[in-house]
């Protein structure tokens, strides 16, 4: 398993919304988006994480770690610092990591009574 | 936050289709798709969409704005000049911009009751 | 729009299966795959997609054309030369054309009564 | 067909949940997760998957084969040599194999009474 390189430090997601309203269960089909991220190196991640939205400045960086060999599946929903992140508003982010990581993109809409799923890989970016 | 170099001048979605029918309140959960555009760069971004139809001459370019370090989320329901796109039509896109951005591709479907959803990063064309 | 060299010649696309029941009106709710090609070069595009299963050869060339500037979205489901692809079956498919395009993949799968999306741009394979 | 670089030999899927609960007929509709693996190649590939979790070490490898000119759709579900992979737990996926393949990732979530697709091809990661 010593993959050190398996990755990029920057990453970008330009599709961002997280829904007003949900059906069912809390927190599990409560409606939401996450950022998956695998950090499969030998060293812990460092990431930091900035929104940026349609009619004001960016807010960030929102700090987390990922240690090494592990994966961390981040609700955007619950970021609060610097501020949560406005439900129902259009958003973009951008990840970066000290360590190569993976980032894959997830929203869970349960605004109707049955739920509905997106997900892509992120935009990997070249340094 | 200085990046200025995130992201590709030219992308495509060869995905098209705006459902004809609707099921829930507008505009949240009209059927639409949507061309998500991040421009995390310090430059405001011009931007031209075309569109691609099977059986009739490219039309466009749609015109619109990207400030530098922020996000639009455009709805190719809602972009009208030259023209509307029809709806219930298949069709691709090419976005072509002056300053690197990321492009995510977003289709929210409610022809049924319950709304499904589809999403992928675009096509980053290699220059 | 003059862009000859948008998209690659070889596409590859893992995931593959067509339900074998729907909902809802045919053919719009009828649950299908597609392959979305677009064109935008100045050639008309001969595109040849072959079929791989889990135990049993490779089916194909199935042939179909993209012209200059256009673009198809060609339901899997439809094809039937050489043969039909069995419903209900796992499969991939890779796509070669003589010139350069870009796929996307799609799933509308309406076997339960409220229809469920998939979408993700195809995998381009570099020569 | 003769096609033998097709795809990469190490893949990354950040994402990775299977839900606790399911509605509908199985095995069609039980809540699952799918690596579906394209070998184009003419020589049988030999694949490894291993997984990693948010709080203890990873998992793996998982072995199986995908013959040359075959596909195989893999219900992470399923895999119990080492272990099976717990049910609602958040967990990525890394995929090597000796010969080159293309990997796309897939969850059907029937977790309420009508089904949520997600899917989009694997971090292909260069060597």
């Known amino acids: 398993m010593n993959e050190p390189t398996i990755g990029h430090r920057v990453w970008a997601i330009p599709e961002g919304y997280i829904p007003p309203e949900s059906h069912g269960p809390a927190p599990e089909m409560t409606s939401h988006e996450a950022v998956c991220v695998l950090n499969a190196s030998e060293k812990d991640a460092s990431v930091e994480l900035t929104v940026y939205f ?74």
């Open 54 to 127: 349609e009619d004001k400045e960016p807010v960030g960086p929102y700090r987390f770690k990922v240690p090494a060999q592990r994966t961390r599946h981040v609700r955007l929903n619950n970021l609060d610092d610097p501020q949560l992140i406005p439900m129902g508003t259009n958003y973009s982010s951008v990840i970066r990591s000290d360590v190569p990581i993976i980032v894959q993109h997830t929203r869970l809409d349960s605004r109707q009574a049955e739920n509905a799923l997106l997900s892509t890989i992120a935009f990997a970016v070249n340094e």
